[in-house]
């Protein structure tokens, strides 16, 4: 699944974040439904400027895209992998074959180039163990140039955010 742009990025420059940006950085990241009256109110700023500064975010590119952050278990997504994955061969061409397969791929929810022994981390989200070495063997596995597989479940989340900016 590929990321859809706010808009298209122009080269603004990253902007200088001051402490109105980051509060209002803080308050979408908790709640990005949050409207500009309400932010406003909560960091003591007239509409307008907000508005113009939260436009200055997302055209620099500070601001990528909106979510909505869903509960796995309630989507029938209960079982999350881990899998380091290391390539046979380690050309550029090679890699970027490797990335285009993983993104035609929706149980693949994340991905890592890493370091180390693995070459990249994949964070995968199934129903159950069944789909998940269904998917294992029949459509990861399948990748050209796979190496090794080495899958880790996650037994249990202790923490999970989104928010850089605290």
């Not at 796995?72 to 061409?93: D, P, T």
Request: proline share 2%.
């Amino acid at each position: 699944m590929k990321k859809a742009p706010l808009k298209e990025q122009t080269s603004i420059p990253v902007p200088n974040l001051d402490k109105n940006d980051l509060a209002i950085l803080r308050l979408l990241q908790e709640n990005a439904r949050i409207t500009v009256k309400e932010i406003s109110v909560k960091i003591h700023l007239s509409t307008t400027p907000v508005h113009e500064r939260i436009k200055r975010l997302e055209q620099s590119g500070v601001i990528r895209q909106y979510a909505t952050l869903l509960d796995h278990s309630k989507v029938r997504k209960g079982l999350m992998v881990i899998c380091y994955v290391s390539l046979k061969a380690h050309s550029k061409n090679a890699g970027m074959k490797f990335i285009k397969a993983i993104n035609e791929l929706n149980e693949v929810i994340e991905c890592y180039n890493i370091s180390g022994e693995f070459d990249f981390m994949l964070k995968v989200v199934e129903e159950n163990m069944d789909s998940y070495y269904d998917f294992h063997v029949n459509r990861l596995s399948q990748i050209e140039n796979m190496g090794n597989v080495q899958s880790v479940f996650v037994m249990g989340i202790i923490k999970q955010t989104h928010q850089l900016v605290y």
